[in-house]
């Protein structure tokens, strides 16, 4: 590896992920301890912490959902140590409770809160923008502009969470989060001082005497915030000559830079990468400029600021952005967009070649077991059932027309228990193992409780996998892959109050049909578990099956699991090389065509 | 100072296109290039179409613009149609020729050649996958074009090799090494 010298020290240069850089910049920042519940694109930081911080005792753990994690790092926070809490952007919806007030009452050890952004929902349901929740809590967001500056943020974050007594945020989107750069690396620097946590009612018990006060304290003190922003060199005015200037936010500077000096403009820029934005370097930009464009992904959230700020310094600006439909509205920008902007600027349209090629959308893998389970519940429900559904692989289940619906984390299961009050057709929803821990339990006891009559469906397969196989409370490992408690999901749920509860294997087709036959038309919630590990994790034996051409009829219903690997040439069935020797085609084959190939056993 | 180059890697997810494009970034930052580059993770990973960037000695943003790429080294023909519009006229195009269907969804290869042509003349396609299953490994298809690709990058072979040795598990790293040289070979038959 590469050695650099920079100020003295010795500095390490790395080819790493953004995440990665977040994870060695809270590294360096003296983080002492980490939780998260995984979520493209941000569940690499995690992964990447519990790699770098075997030598320390750093605390790390994958928590059951998003508000389970903020409050287990106030909770450190409290104590007087270090702590940071990693998600998605709609993580931050359910972390919203405890985070917003936690502003009020104020930290002690160093609070960040790490929010992954994904501007074109390459693997989300949304694109929200969580600089929104900067707005609501009142603290400060970071939004770094390459992968050094998020590594260089993250370390400082800490000690300015501190200054301000303040819980900080920093925003990171998918193109930052999942670029690469080369990243210089440096030493862990520790916090100094007390430690423990000291009783203060007043500060931290939010009744609401307290929290008139704690609002009153928190609004005085946003004048300080102001003033420790202007200070910062994150956001900056890089002076030009141009008459237009540009706002940059985060990631966009990159893009913007480029455009400038690839076309040789001499434009003045205004990096943004602090919110609230710095007043007076902002001010002295628009002074120096007449008319402004503004690039950021999201929402007009600095566009906002600015005509606010051009109000009350009785600023006279032309505003170019997403407010008047001259950058998107939606999806990310890149160097393209901005060369965009600037030729509807100018009253000009860029023209690209354009040609039409189908999509070629994510599909689910050869052998995986959320095949069989969609193929069983088919048979078993018809397709008049409503399958309402959930975040994770199975969502892919929408083209098997075994998904109806996709909303949020846990929404399958109460969604369920709305529609089965008024439907008279089987209602069945379907839920994946972690996210069924995530916020699926309370909507499960809430339907018991108020006796809603649905089929509820676990897909087990003992991993968290959209998201890159993490694990969770029912895996019996934790995020330093050691041995823990493993919440027995069938145990948890007959706790609950279900009465019947069957565990099936959704590999072997016929039983499980038969099993859940037998609960099928009872009254009441009925919770299936599908239990089978996910065919990436699965360490079993590297079988393929053939189709023995001369007992194959062509009658295609093994093309129905609607198997990757499974193909119909010349009248026959064909298993091509992703086959991962599931055994499913075979176990429905109604004319055994469906052989083992031994030899590859 | 040295010239920027731009290389985009395009297939079909499961492909291998990930650890292709961190060897050819890890090779870089050996070689003192500043690298940026971008990645596919999640739901789109899951044999949908991934594209993965490397920018090399670039100080900008992950992401090419369209018209730019030097490079476009294309795991299946019909992605390589896809993404051609990042390729800058007269840039050097590597074709996998082994063609991964969409359901429902038939095509010529004529049609593809058509689209990339447009753009430019050097294109290189081979069945690679072919090639692949005759040096005994399918799955190492990404290696070997990589190999290929190689003579057009300027990255020093042995900058490339010490890059599969950092990245790659250990039990595979001969038959990268195999596949990488097979590739590297190829081209100059």
Sequence with gaps: ?601 | MKKRVDILICGVGGQGILLTSNIIGIAGVEEGFSVRGTEIHGMSQRGGSVEAHIRLNCNYGPQIPYGKGDILIGFEPLEVARYSNYLKENGICVVNSYKIPIIGYEYDEKEIIKIIKRKTDKIYIENFTEKSKELGYVRCLNILMLGFASNFIPIKEESFINAINMYVKKEFVKINYLFFKSGRELYHL
């Design chain 1, 1 to 601: 590896m590469l050695k650099y010298f920079l100020n003295g020290n010795t500095m390490e240069k790395k080819y790493l992920l953004g995440n990665e850089a977040l994870a060695y910049g809270l590294f360096e920042g003296g983080l002492e301890a980490s939780f998260a519940y995984p979520g493209t694109p941000s569940s690499e930081i995690t992964e990447k912490l519990v790699e770098i911080s075997k030598e320390e005792n750093i605390y790390i753990e994958w928590s059951i959902n998003e508000k389970v994690s903020y409050e287990n790092a106030y909770g450190v926070s409290l104590t007087g140590r270090r702590s940071c809490v990693i998600m998605k952007h709609v993580g931050l919806n359910v972390a919203s409770d405890p985070f917003i007030t936690s502003v009020y009452t104020g930290i002690i050890g160093g609070l960040v809160i790490i929010v992954a952004d994904d501007p074109f929902a390459y693997s989300s349901q949304n694109e929200q923008d969580s600089r929104r929740y900067w707005q609501l809590a009142k603290t400060v967001c970071f939004e770094p502009s390459s992968i050094q500056e998020s590594k260089n943020i993250a370390k400082f974050s800490f000690e300015f969470s501190e200054k301000i007594g303040l819980p900080v945020m920093i925003r990171s989107v998918t193109k930052l989060s999942h670029g690469k750069s080369d990243v210089l690396i440096g030493k862990r620097q520790k916090k100094i001082g007390d430690y423990g946590f000291k009783k203060n009612p007043s500060k931290f018990v939010m009744v609401p005497s307290n929290a008139r006060v704690a609002l009153k304290n928190l609004n005085e003190k946003q004048e300080i915030i102001k003033k420790e922003v202007e200070k910062l060199p994150f956001s900056k005015f890089e002076k030009g000559e141009s008459n237009i200037g540009i706002v940059a936010c985060g990631l966009t500077y990159s893009y913007v830079k480029e455009f400038v000096e690839t076309e040789k403009k001499n434009s003045p820029i205004f990096k943004v990468s602090t919110y609230p934005l710095p007043e007076k370097k902002l001010k002295n930009f628009l002074e120096s400029v007449n008319e402004i464009v503004v690039f950021e992904e999201g929402d007009p959230v600095a566009e906002e600021q600015i005509y606010i700020y051009s109000k009350i310094y009785n600023l006279k600006n032309k505003i170019y952005g997403k407010i008047n439909n001259f950058t998107d509205k939606e999806g990310e920008l890149s160097v393209d967009k901005v060369e965009e902007t600037f030729y509807k600027i100018r009253g000009k349209k860029k023209k690209y070649y354009s040609f039409s090629i189908p999509e070629r959308p994510p599909v689910l893998c050869a052998g995986c077991p959320h095949l069989g389970s969609f193929y069983i519940l088919k048979k078993v429900f018809g397709k008049d059932a409503l399958f309402p559904g959930d975040i994770g692989c199975y969502t892919l289940g929408v083209k098997l027309e075994t998904i109806d619906t996709c909303l949020c984390m846990g929404a399958g299961i109460s969604m369920g228990s709305g529609m089965s009050r008024f439907e008279k057709n089987n209602v069945v929803s379907i839920i994946g193992d972690s996210t069924f821990f995530h916020t699926g339990i309370p909507a499960l006891i809430n339907a018991v409780y108020n006796q809603a009559n649905q089929v509820i469906c676990i897909l087990d397969n003992r991993t968290t996998a959209m998201t890159g196989h993490q694990p969770h409370p029912g895996t019996g490992i934790n995020a330093k892959k050691e041995k823990t408690v493993e919440i027995e999901l069938k145990k948890l749920i007959s706790n609950c109050g279900v009465e019947d509860v069957i565990e099936v294997d959704p590999y072997k087709i016929k039983e499980a049909i038969e099993k859940i036959k037998g609960i099928k038309d009872k009254k009441g919630v009925k919770v299936i578990i599908f239990k089978r590990e996910c065919i990436i994790t699965s360490k079993g034996k590297k079988i393929q099956y053939y189709i023995d051409s001369k007992r194959c009829k062509g009658c295609k219903l093994c093309l129905t699991i609607n198997c990757l690997a499974m193909s119909f040439k010349n009248g026959k069935a064909e298993i091509g090389i992703l086959c991962n020797g599931c055994g499913m085609c075979e176990n429905i084959c109604p004319y055994k065509a469906i052989v083992k190939d031994e030899k590859k056993g």
